[in-house]
């Protein structure tokens, strides 16, 4: 019988699911050695933090390791969401946090990867390989049993770095630590999170596929075009009125946009319907409408780009 030599990086036998990307989106609490705070999984692969707002993103790696010892590496994209996949743009902030950055408080400065691992079946033959469904089979003769684990890497931006943390996706949790710090460990640099909610309707409403959403903004002399953005920064843009503006959501349906130049405006959101009303920050009378045309187009890439000044 011929010799079948198995390549087993090149030739993974369990594939990630849609599914392990999609159990990982929510708002966690993000742990380290000064305290905690929250974060947010977003579809398309985009990751936000309130408090340290960045170009920032994250993506799910699975490793296939078998019990003798032989890893597998798959790649699943952070590209499950809400609804479908997403996409979208990203940006940086100028807050000192938990992250690993140029400015360390907890933080570091270079990239790193690292893979994860992953679960399954695994049978290799002599001969030809059967692969079907998202655990992979290899039909043949002895099998090997497979642990599925899940890796979350996490860049940050160049002001707070990169992370690597394992998930669990039966209790949601995430444990890890820093990458880029030059002067201490991932295990030294820790980094541990626990899901804490799922998104809102309204949050879903406004990720879209992840890049985004479109909405027509009515107010007494017409409407026009507005986008809600799914990146690093809450970005709001509107092509008719251009301006670096943010949108922020308060609770579960209060809607604020802080639009530079344009004034501020703060709109309830009815996620069943997708409309807004509401007004100018202050000026009940000024009033203004909105309702959803749209989700943006995910392209299959989570693309960031840097934002020097917002409203925070």
């Given at each position: 019988?011929?010799?079948?030599?198995?390549?087993?990086?090149?030739?993974?036998?369990?594939?990630?699911?849609?599914?392990?990307?999609?159990?990982?989106?929510?708002?966690?609490?993000?742990?380290?050695?000064?305290?905690?705070?929250?974060?947010?999984?977003?579809?398309?692969?985009?990751?936000?933090?309130?408090?340290?707002?960045?170009?920032?993103?994250?993506?799910?790696?699975?490793?296939?390791?078998?019990?003798?010892?032989?890893?597998?590496?798959?790649?699943?994209?952070?590209?499950?969401?809400?609804?479908?996949?997403?996409?979208?743009?990203?940006?940086?902030?100028?807050?000192?946090?938990?992250?690993?950055?140029?400015?360390?408080?907890?933080?570091?400065?270079?990239?790193?990867?690292?893979?994860?691992?992953?679960?399954?079946?695994?049978?290799?033959?002599?001969?030809?390989?059967?692969?079907?469904?998202?655990?992979?089979?290899?039909?043949?003769?002895?099998?090997?049993?497979?642990?599925?684990?899940?890796?979350?890497?996490?860049?940050?931006?160049?002001?707070?770095?990169?992370?690597?943390?394992?998930?669990?996706?039966?209790?949601?949790?995430?444990?890890?630590?820093?990458?880029?710090?030059?002067?201490?460990?991932?295990?030294?640099?820790?980094?541990?999170?626990?899901?804490?909610?799922?998104?809102?309707?309204?949050?879903?409403?406004?990720?879209?596929?992840?890049?985004?959403?479109?909405?027509?903004?009515?107010?007494?002399?017409?409407?026009?075009?507005?986008?809600?953005?799914?990146?690093?920064?809450?970005?709001?843009?509107?092509?008719?009125?251009?301006?670096?503006?943010?949108?922020?959501?308060?609770?579960?349906?209060?809607?604020?946009?802080?639009?530079?130049?344009?004034?501020?405006?703060?709109?309830?959101?009815?996620?069943?319907?997708?409309?807004?009303?509401?007004?100018?920050?202050?000026?009940?009378?000024?009033?203004?409408?909105?309702?959803?045309?749209?989700?943006?187009?995910?392209?299959?890439?989570?693309?960031?780009?840097?934002?020097?000044?917002?409203?925070h």
């Amino acid at each position: 019988m011929a010799k079948h030599d198995h390549d087993h990086h090149d030739h993974a036998c369990s594939h990630a699911t849609q599914d392990s990307s999609a159990s990982l989106l929510g708002w966690y609490d993000f742990a380290w050695s000064g305290g905690s705070f929250e974060v947010c999984f977003r579809p398309g692969g985009h990751f936000f933090a309130p408090k340290f707002q960045a170009a920032s993103k994250w993506e799910l790696v699975v490793q296939n390791q078998e019990a003798g010892g032989h890893d597998h590496h798959d790649h699943t994209s952070s590209h499950a969401n809400g609804h479908d996949h997403g996409g979208h743009k990203d940006h940086d902030g100028d807050h000192d946090m938990g992250g690993c950055g140029h400015d360390h408080e907890g933080g570091c400065g270079h990239d790193h990867d690292g893979g994860s691992a992953s679960a399954g079946h695994h049978d290799h033959g002599h001969g030809g390989h059967d692969h079907g469904g998202d655990d992979h089979k290899c039909s043949g003769g002895h099998s090997h049993e497979e642990k599925k684990k899940y890796l979350v890497k996490i860049d940050w931006g160049k002001k707070f770095g990169q992370y690597e943390l394992e998930f669990d996706p039966a209790h949601k949790t995430m444990a890890g630590g820093c990458v880029s710090n030059p002067t201490q460990t991932k295990e030294q640099d820790w980094r541990k999170a626990q899901f804490k909610r799922p998104f809102s309707p309204v949050e879903l409403a406004l990720f879209g596929e992840g890049a985004g959403s479109e909405w027509m903004l009515q107010w007494e002399k017409g409407e026009f075009p507005i986008v809600f953005k799914c990146d690093g920064y809450n970005h709001f843009q509107c092509h008719q009125f251009p301006a670096h503006a943010h949108w922020e959501l308060e609770g579960d349906n209060k809607l604020s946009i802080f639009w530079e130049k344009y004034g501020n405006y703060e709109l309830v959101v009815d996620p069943v319907t997708k409309t807004m009303s509401g007004s100018a920050k202050g000026e009940p009378q000024n009033w203004r409408k909105a309702r959803w045309t749209g989700n943006l187009p995910f392209m299959g890439t989570t693309v960031t780009e840097e934002c020097s000044h917002h409203h925070h």
